[in-house]
């Protein structure tokens, strides 16, 4: 089946350590998407990758990094800069001529 | 820039109509959608209407569109409490950057 993949479900980090978070899709989608969801603040983008080796910033990438090296990965990098990480990520894909953003299932951010 | 506003909570009773409304400010807007999102989950696509449209419906969902207004809302039929889940409008624009622009997602609470 096709579809998105990310993992870990849930992760715990200590502060001042970075933690990558994956996103997998065997859709051959062209574009991928990070969104950060806390409560009563809808989704936010964090960054985006249009094609193989492109990426842009989104509204909140400070303390964020990403890669797009293979067209079906695109990890997300929670680094230490990022002083309020603790939050529910989603990874998303999409291809131009479909009418939809297909989502992963998330992965739980916590830092202790 | 753009946003997309929505009220942040809905109760009804089973068997009534949910009604879960959406205010946007991008005039370019091509696409509207409705995405459903249960607990600890990613975002499920429902239904999406073009900007050219006043209204679709698809089985219990009915979409309507005042692009004058700029208001979408989402109309649940006979709701059912397996309707409770926090539900997300998003509009996006064929502006090349394939980015969507989300609201802060409405929770919708269905009481037996």
């Known amino acids: 089946d096709g579809g998105i993949t990310q993992s870990p479900k849930y992760l715990f980090r200590k502060e001042g350590q970075n933690v990558t978070l994956s996103c997998e899709q065997n859709l051959n989608h062209d574009a991928m998407y990070w969104y950060r969801q806390d409560p009563g603040q809808g989704l936010r983008l964090i960054y985006y990758?249009?094609?193989?080796?492109?990426?842009q910033k989104g509204d909140i990438a400070e303390g964020y990094s990403v890669s797009r090296e293979k067209k079906e990965s695109f990890p997300l990098t929670v680094t230490s800069a990022q002083k309020n990480p603790t939050a529910f990520y989603l990874c998303?894909?999409?291809?131009?001529?479909?009418?939809?953003?297909?989502f992963g299932p998330g992965t739980r951010l916590t830092v202790l | 820039g753009e946003d997309v506003e929505q009220s942040l909570f809905l109760s009804v009773r089973e068997g009534d109509s949910s009604v879960i409304n959406c205010t946007y400010t991008d005039s370019s807007s091509t696409y509207l959608y409705w995405y459903k999102q249960e607990p600890g989950a990613g975002l499920q696509l429902l239904t999406y209407i073009f900007s050219n449209m006043d209204m679709k419906q698809d089985q219990r969902l009915t979409v309507l569109l005042n692009k004058k207004d700029k208001h979408l809302s989402l109309r649940i039929a006979d709701t059912q409490t397996g309707d409770s889940a926090i539900y997300f409008c998003a509009e996006s624009s064929l502006s090349g950057t394939y980015k969507y622009i989300f609201g802060t997602g409405t929770r919708l609470k269905v009481l037996a």
């Open positions: 998303a894909s999409w291809r131009q001529g479909f009418n939809e953003q297909f």
């Open positions: 990758s249009q094609i193989v080796n492109d990426f």
